[in-house]
């Protein structure tokens, strides 16, 4: 989300959305970037949050959170209160509302076995629901919706930075990840490179339990005939690209590779191609989604 306020004004941006959609990573993130974050607060106070306008004092940007735990938490009335701050000449207020499905929410709750706020004593579908009924006008109002519903946590921390990075000039930064497909492809991924053409370590006994980070997966993949091929030409292409990329003001680009598991082959090629971009003077950050998952004869399937 571009910043096109004016340099005097404040950024204020408004965090809200149902129970285990992100709220609290999309903060966190926030506050790497460098935006002082509070949840849970009430919004009835914001006025006082802010204080009058002081042309004199430093302007941070606020990221405040809140949902339907916060305490008088009405929509209707949060929504004629931000309306009425937004007037301010010395504020740029934006609201961002984060969305998931009601199914995936549901395996959230499950699998961590947390209670939802609103389903204390039913069930957490019926709880979901409530929630949902009462956040739609601030959905409706909301200035950007973010469905996190198919986002690993990592998918939700690059898609806030990719829209609240400071956006003074600066390089475009580059993302180079590795995953398994067997568990989902990353959803935030500009260009994906399938590389279970090639002959799959796992089925070495004394490669199974090691990773593309390890010197012997590295050297089972080169060797095999269509690895320096495919990888050079994987590496012409995108480095071809990134210039144009950057140069539509693209701030964020994700490279990934994958293979069955994605503990291998996905691994090491996603480390060759960080080392030729270092060499053509790009400093790529380097994710491992399942580095650490388990090896399984089950998921990478028959020999």
């Known amino acids: 989300m571009a910043d096109d306020s004016p340099p005097d004004r404040q950024r204020i941006l408004l965090v809200t959305g149902l129970s285990g959609a992100g709220k609290t990573t999309a903060l966190r993130v926030l506050e790497d970037l460098g935006w002082e974050a509070i949840d849970n607060f009430p919004i009835r106070l914001l006025g006082r949050l802010i204080g009058p306008p002081n042309p004199d004092a430093p302007h941070p940007p606020l990221a405040i959170g809140f949902d339907s735990r916060t305490r008088g938490f009405v929509p209707h009335d949060i929504i004629g209160k931000v309306k009425d701050i937004a007037k301010r000449p010395d504020l740029t207020v934006t609201t961002l509302f984060l969305d998931c499905n009601s199914s995936e929410l549901e395996r959230r709750y499950n699998e961590t076995r947390r209670r939802h706020p609103m389903a204390v ?105 269509s690895f320096a091929p495919v990888f050079g030409q994987i590496r012409d292409l995108v480095l071809t690209l990134l210039p144009r990329y950057e140069a539509q003001g693209k701030s964020y680009v994700n490279v990934a590779f994958g293979c069955t598991g994605g503990r291998h082959r996905s691994v090491y090629a996603a480390q060759r191609f960080a080392q030729a971009l270092r060499q053509a003077g790009f400093s790529p950050t380097v994710i491992h989604r399942n580095l650490g998952s388990r090896a399984a004869d089950e998921i990478e399937g028959p020999q």
Do not use: C, K, Y
């Open 121 to 225: 004593d039913r069930p957490v579908r019926i709880g979901i629901q409530a929630e949902r009924e009462l956040l739609e006008p601030l959905r409706r109002w909301a200035d950007a919706v973010v469905d996190t519903s198919s986002f690993s946590s990592n998918d939700l921390q690059q898609a806030v930075r990719a829209q609240f990075v400071d956006t003074a000039p600066q390089e475009m930064a580059v993302i180079v990840s590795s995953f398994g497909f067997a568990r989902g492809t990353p959803p935030l991924a500009d260009l994906v490179f399938d590389m279970r053409f090639l002959d799959n370590p796992h089925w070495i006994p004394a490669l199974r339990e090691q990773t593309g980070l390890d010197a012997a997966v590295g050297e089972h993949i080169e060797r095999d005939d």
